[in-house]
C-alpha cells in the first residue's frame, strides 16, 4: 500500500513523546507497549495489499491464468485455460431435404429444428484449465485439497454460470 501507511514506529513513538520524557527507558518501555498495535497494522498492511492484489484481477481468462500461476506455480507458470470450442448444431433434417415437412404444425418454418444427441441435459464445460501432470499430488485426499483450491481461486474470479473443467497434461 502506499506511503500513507508505512509508519516507523520508533519514530512515532519519539516524536509524540514530551522533550522532557524522552529517555531511552522510556522510550523503549512504549515501544514494547505497542506491540499489539504494530502486529495490527502488519495484518491491516497485509489485508490491504490482499484486496489491492483482487481488485486487479477480473474474470478474463489472463487474469485468471495469472492468479492460477501466482499462487500454484510461480516460477514456471505453465498453468493455462481454453475456452472450450463450439460445436455446429445438428440439424434434424438432411441437407437437401426441405424442412418444413418434419416441423411443427404452425412452426416458423425458417428456423431450423435441433436434434439432441445423448449427451443432452448434461453440462459441457465453457472452460478447461490445464494443471501439469507434475503437480498433481499422488494422494487421493491431497488431490481433493489441490482441486478444490484450484476451484476456489478459479470461482472466486470467474463469472457466475461458467462451467469449467479440470484437467491434467504431460
Known amino acids: 500500500m502506499g506511503n500513507l501507511f508505512n509508519i516507523d514506529w520508533e519514530k512515532f513513538v519519539t516524536e509524540n513523546l514530551l522533550v522532557a520524557l524522552r529517555r531511552t527507558l522510556l522510550i523503549h518501555v512504549l515501544l514494547s507497549a505497542i506491540n499489539e498495535v504494530k502486529a495490527?497494522?502488519?495484518?491491516?498492511?497485509?489485508?490491504?495489499?490482499?484486496?489491492?492484489?483482487?481488485?486487479?484481477?477480473?474474470?478474463?481468462?489472463?487474469?485468471?491464468?495469472?492468479?492460477?500461476?501466482?499462487?500454484?506455480?510461480?516460477?514456471?507458470?505453465?498453468?493455462?485455460?481454453?475456452?472450450?470450442?463450439?460445436?455446429?448444431?445438428?440439424?434434424?433434417?438432411?441437407?437437401?431435404?426441405?424442412?418444413?415437412?418434419?416441423?411443427?404444425?404452425?412452426?416458423?418454418?425458417?428456423?431450423?429444428?435441433?436434434?439432441?444427441?445423448?449427451?443432452?441435459?448434461q453440462l459441457s464445460p465453457d472452460a478447461t484449465v490445464y494443471i501439469p501432470i507434475a503437480m498433481k499430488p499422488l494422494v487421493a485426499i491431497e488431490l481433493e485439497n489441490f482441486e478444490n483450491e484450484v476451484r476456489g481461486k478459479v470461482d472466486y474470479y470467474k463469472t457466475w454460470g461458467v462451467n469449467y473443467q479440470i484437467v491434467y497434461y504431460e
Open 40 to 121: 495490527l497494522h502488519t495484518t491491516f498492511l497485509a489485508a490491504g495489499n490482499d484486496w489491492i492484489y483482487k481488485i486487479k484481477h477480473t474474470a478474463q481468462v489472463i487474469h485468471i491464468e495469472k492468479v492460477l500461476n501466482d499462487y500454484f506455480d510461480d516460477v514456471e507458470r505453465r498453468i493455462y485455460i481454453n475456452n472450450v470450442q463450439f460445436e455446429a448444431y445438428k440439424f434434424l433434417y438432411p441437407d437437401g431435404e426441405d424442412p418444413h415437412f418434419l416441423q411443427e404444425v404452425g412452426a416458423d418454418p425458417d428456423s431450423p429444428m435441433y436434434l439432441l444427441d445423448e449427451f443432452a441435459g
